[in-house]
């Protein structure tokens, strides 16, 4: 199981930037797909996720509404679209698989289920 994330970058306060996850299709068709950060000198946290079976989404509470998670099976991409970036949202963003298969609803609450990691991507928000 491979996950390449993509898509980081500096940004100024405000602005937007689109993430990329991809992986193999058996991974994305039968796993939930994670996305969580590390900022600098913290704990990893969760930020999102999408379930295996049904596209159902989760989001830390602090992210809803600025952050969308999306999967396009085609492409064989998650994706997270982050509007209104803030200062604080600065950090390493990973992509991850979640070990269990053909999910309906997943969490970012803990990444204990999480076994497959992407290398991560830098996310700098700044003026």
């Known amino acids: 199981v491979q996950l390449q994330a993509s898509g980081g970058g500096l940004v100024q306060p405000g602005g937007s930037l689109r993430l990329s996850c991809v992986a193999s299709?058996?991974?994305?068709?039968?796993?939930?797909i994670g996305w969580f950060r590390q900022a600098p000198g913290k704990e990893r946290e969760g930020v999102s996720c999408?379930?295996?079976?049904?596209?159902?989404?989760y989001y830390a509470n602090s992210l809803k509404g600025r952050f969308t998670i999306s999967r396009d099976r085609a492409k064989n991409t998650v994706y997270l679209q982050m509007n209104n970036l803030k200062p604080e949202d600065t950090a390493v963003y990973y992509c991850?698989?979640?070990?269990?298969?053909?999910?309906?609803?997943?969490?970012?609450?803990?990444?204990?289920?999480?076994?497959?990691w992407g290398q991560g991507t830098l996310v700098t928000v700044s003026s």
């Open positions: 999408i379930s295996s079976r049904a596209d159902n989404e």
């Open positions: 991850a698989s979640e070990a269990y298969i053909e999910s309906t609803y997943c969490s970012v609450d803990s990444s204990v289920d999480y076994d497959h």
């Open positions: 299709k058996s991974t994305l068709e039968h796993h939930s």
